[in-house]
C-alpha cells in the first residue's frame, strides 16, 4: 500500500480547491515539456503560466520549452499536486526536505498527467 503523507478532509479540499481556482485567474496552470538542448533528454511538469515564462526567459538558452497541455482544469489531484509543491517549496527553504516530500509531489504530478491525458 502506498502511504501518502498529505491527508486532507473533505472542508480542507473545498478550501483548497478554491484558493487554488482563485490563483488559476492570475496565472493559469499549464502542463509542459523542459527538453535538454546538450542532453535531449526532458522532464514533463505541472506549472503555472508565469513561472512557464519565468523558466523560459532564465532557461531558454538551456532547454526547449513546450506547453503540453494549457489550462489544466482544477481537479482535487491539482489540488494535492499544489499542496504537494508547497510542501517541498516549504521543505527545501526550512533544510528539512525528505523523501516523502518528493515522492508525495511525484504521485501527484503523475496524477495530473493522467487526468490531463499527457504521458509522464
Do not use: C
Not at 91 to 101: C, E, H
Amino acid at each position: 500500500m502506498l502511504y501518502l503523507a498529505i491527508k486532507l478532509d473533505s472542508e480542507q479540499l473545498e478550501t483548497l480547491k478554491t484558493q487554488v481556482s482563485e490563483a488559476n485567474k492570475k496565472s493559469h496552470f499549464v502542463i509542459i515539456s523542459a527538453i535538454s538542448k546538450k542532453e535531449h533528454s526532458g522532464v514533463r511538469l505541472v506549472t503555472d503560466w508565469n513561472n512557464y515564462l519565468n523558466m523560459k526567459r532564465t532557461n531558454g538558452e538551456k532547454f526547449d520549452f513546450e506547453i503540453i497541455r494549457d489550462i489544466v482544469p482544477i481537479t482535487d489531484n491539482l489540488v494535492y499536486w499544489a499542496v504537494a509543491q508547497q510542501n517541498l517549496h516549504d521543505a527545501q527553504v526550512s533544510g528539512q526536505q525528505n523523501d516523502q516530500v518528493v515522492d508525495d509531489l511525484e504521485l501527484y504530478t503523475n496524477r495530473v498527467m493522467q487526468e490531463n491525458k499527457v504521458r509522464a
